[in-house]
């Protein structure tokens, strides 16, 4: 499943340079204009941060935690999007084709993902 950001967001900006996957986006806009989809209703008037379910693995492959939730000072601010679920498997062959470059380490899994 991919993570989301709540309504809590402060846009403080800590969660961007985090995501291995560059799938957090400072506005729904943003995130549109590139080509990544967003969950419906998230970000609605650009008015806090996103996060593609296109690109987001959890983390999966290269963290043993979702970043933007460690490095977030808001508590519950980053979340399991339960509109997009998806297996560790799913993840580690999403973080493999958008990072063809990267090492991604089939062990780095946290323990919300849903199987």
Not at 53 to 76: K, L, N, S
Request: charged letters at 30%; glycine letters at 6%.
């Amino acid at each position: 499943m991919s993570l989301l950001i709540t309504e809590e967001c402060i846009n403080c900006g800590a969660c961007l340079p985090e995501c291995p996957n560059e799938a957090i986006f400072e506005t729904r806009s943003e995130a549109e204009e590139k080509g990544n989809n967003v969950g419906e209703g998230q970000g609605e008037g650009d008015t806090v941060y996103v996060i593609s379910y296109d690109r987001c693995t959890e983390c999966v492959g290269h963290f043993d935690e979702p970043q933007c939730d460690a490095v977030c000072p808001i508590d519950d601010c980053c979340i399991a999007d339960p509109d997009v679920p998806e297996t560790t498997e799913s993840l580690l062959e999403k973080a493999a084709k958008l990072n063809p470059d990267k090492e991604i380490d089939p062990a780095k899994v946290w323990a919300g993902v849903r199987n």
